[in-house]
């Protein structure tokens, strides 16, 4: 009998992060499909170049909450 999505999350909170995460990924890629090599190159550009932002202090990160405060106001809600 396949497992409920509740029994994953129930079953998966107790790994490593890092086992969730492949996981993930491993779901998406056999969901969607894999990203081209193009793809691929762009979004690890856009990674550095932001890390290198967040490291040089020209960027600072938002707080998932602030962030979502934010765009409530946005939209009115």
């Not at 909170?13 to 090599?37: F, Q």
């Amino acid at each position: 009998m396949p497992m409920t999505a509740d029994q994953i999350v129930e079953e998966t909170s107790r790994w490593p992060a890092e086992d969730v995460a492949d996981l993930l990924d491993r779901i998406a890629l056999a969901k969607h499909g894999g990203m081209s090599a193009a793809r691929t190159e762009a979004w690890t550009e856009v990674a550095l170049r932001r890390s290198a932002e967040l490291d040089s202090g020209k960027s600072e990160l938002i707080p998932g909450d602030v962030a979502s405060a934010r765009i409530r106001k946005i939209v009115g809600r």
